[in-house]
C-alpha cells in the first residue's frame, strides 16, 4: 500500500481496511446525496472512475439518489452518463460507499441500496448524528469530501488520471466557492496542488461551472437581485424565488445553486438568507451562508436540517413568506442584534 508519511496510522490502516472491502467485492455502488452539488458528484465520479480504471473486472455502479438529471454544469465529469437513479437500479451490491452524506435520509433512493448492500463504506465531511456505515472516515474539517477521496486513493496506491482528477477537483473547486470560503484552508490548497499534478484542468472547471450559464438564468440570476433586501443594520440578507419564476425563465431547479452566491455577495453582509420554492406545494428550499466565524448550521438544524459553519441548508414547510419570517429573526440574533417584531411582506 503506497501509505503517505503524513497520514495518521490509525487512518492509514483504516484506508488498509476499506481496500480489502474493494478488493473482496465482485460489485460497487457508489452514491452522493439527494439534490448532489459538484461535492457529492465529483467524489462519486471520481472515486468510481478511479476504482473502474484500477479494477475493470468489476461491476461499479454509480447511483443518483434522485430520479432527476445530473445538474447541467456537471454534465462534463467524465462518467456522468453512467449515473444511473437509484430508483432504477435493481442490484444487490456487495459495497456500497456513500460520499458526502451524513445521514440516510439525505441518500433518498440510494438508502435502499445501501440496506440490501452486503457491506458499506462512508465518506463524508460533514457532521452526523451517528453513523451508519460499516467503516466512515469523517472529518468535519476537510473542505470537501474529496479531499478524502483523494487522500484514500493516495494512501492506498491507486493512481488518478486526469479525468479522475478532474472531478475531484471540481468537488474541491465547488465546496471551497473557488477557494474563496472559510474551509480554503492549506490541506485545500495541498489537495488542489496534487489534483493539478495529476492532470486535472481547473480551467476546464472555470468554463463549466462557471462561466457557462444560459442567458435564461442570468435573467432569474438578476431578479433574484434586484429583490435582495437586509435587516439587522444590513448585517444580515435575503432574497427569494418562487417556483413561477423559474418557470417564466425557463430555468430547472438543479441550476440554481449559485443563487444564494449573489446575496452573499453584497457589502456588509454576515449571514445571509436565499430561499427557493420548489414544485412540490407549499415547501421552500432554504439556503444559509456565513461570511465570519458565525455558525449558521444551527438555525439549519432546527428546521431539520444541516450542514457546516459557513454553509448550511434546509426544507420548509410552507410559503417564502413564512419561511422569512421564521428564520430571518433567528439569523438577526446570531449576529447580535434584536429581532423585536421583525416580519416580512412581500
Do not use: W
Amino acid at each position: 500500500m503506497g501509505a503517505c508519511a503524513c497520514i495518521d496510522p490509525d487512518l492509514l490502516a483504516t484506508y488498509g481496511r476499506i481496500l480489502e472491502m474493494i478488493e473482496d467485492a465482485p460489485s460497487v455502488a457508489i452514491s452522493g446525496h439527494t439534490s448532489p452539488d459538484g461535492d457529492a458528484l465529483g467524489s462519486v465520479l471520481g472515486l468510481g472512475g478511479a476504482l473502474a480504471e484500477r479494477y475493470p473486472d468489476k461491476r461499479i455502479d454509480l447511483l443518483l439518489a434522485d430520479d432527476g438529471p445530473v445538474p447541467r454544469i456537471y454534465r462534463f465529469m467524465e462518467g456522468a452518463d453512467r449515473l444511473v437513479p437509484a430508483g432504477d437500479y435493481g442490484c444487490d451490491p456487495a459495497l456500497f460507499i456513500s460520499v458526502d452524506c451524513p445521514v440516510t435520509e439525505r441518500l433518498a433512493g440510494s438508502a435502499a441500496v445501501l440496506a440490501r448492500s452486503g457491506a458499506s463504506v462512508c465518506f463524508d465531511h460533514h457532521p452526523a448524528r451517528e453513523e451508519f456505515a460499516d467503516i466512515t472516515v469523517r472529518r468535519v474539517g476537510s473542505a470537501a469530501t474529496a479531499v478524502l477521496v483523494e487522500e484514500f486513493l493516495r494512501a492506498v496506491g491507486i493512481p488518478l488520471s486526469g479525468d479522475v482528477a478532474t472531478c475531484l477537483l471540481c468537488g474541491l473547486v465547488t465546496d471551497t466557492g473557488r477557494f474563496q470560503y472559510q474551509n480554503a484552508d492549506p490541506e485545500a490548497f495541498a489537495c488542489a496542488a496534487r489534483l493539478v499534478d495529476a492532470g486535472a484542468a481547473p480551467a476546464r472547471i472555470a468554463l463549466e461551472v462557471y462561466q457557462s450559464q444560459r442567458l435564461e438564468y442570468l435573467k432569474l440570476e438578476s431578479l433574484v437581485m434586484s429583490r435582495i433586501r437586509t435587516v439587522a443594520g444590513g448585517r444580515v440578507a435575503y432574497s427569494y424565488a418562487y417556483a413561477s419564476d423559474l418557470v417564466s425563465f425557463g430555468v430547472t431547479p438543479d441550476e440554481c445553486d449559485g443563487l444564494v452566491d449573489v446575496v452573499r455577495s453584497v457589502m456588509g453582509v454576515e449571514v445571509c438568507l436565499f430561499v427557493k420554492e420548489t414544485e412540490c406545494c407549499h415547501r421552500v428550499r432554504g439556503n444559509l451562508r456565513s461570511k465570519c466565524d458565525l455558525d449558521v448550521s444551527g438555525i439549519a438544524a432546527r428546521f431539520g436540517g444541516g450542514g457546516h459553519a459557513a454553509a448550511a441548508g434546509f426544507t420548509y414547510e410552507g410559503s417564502i413568506v413564512e419561511t422569512l419570517n421564521d428564520a430571518l429573526p433567528m439569523l438577526v440574533e446570531l449576529v447580535g442584534e434584536d429581532a423585536g417584531d421583525l416580519h416580512v411582506e412581500l
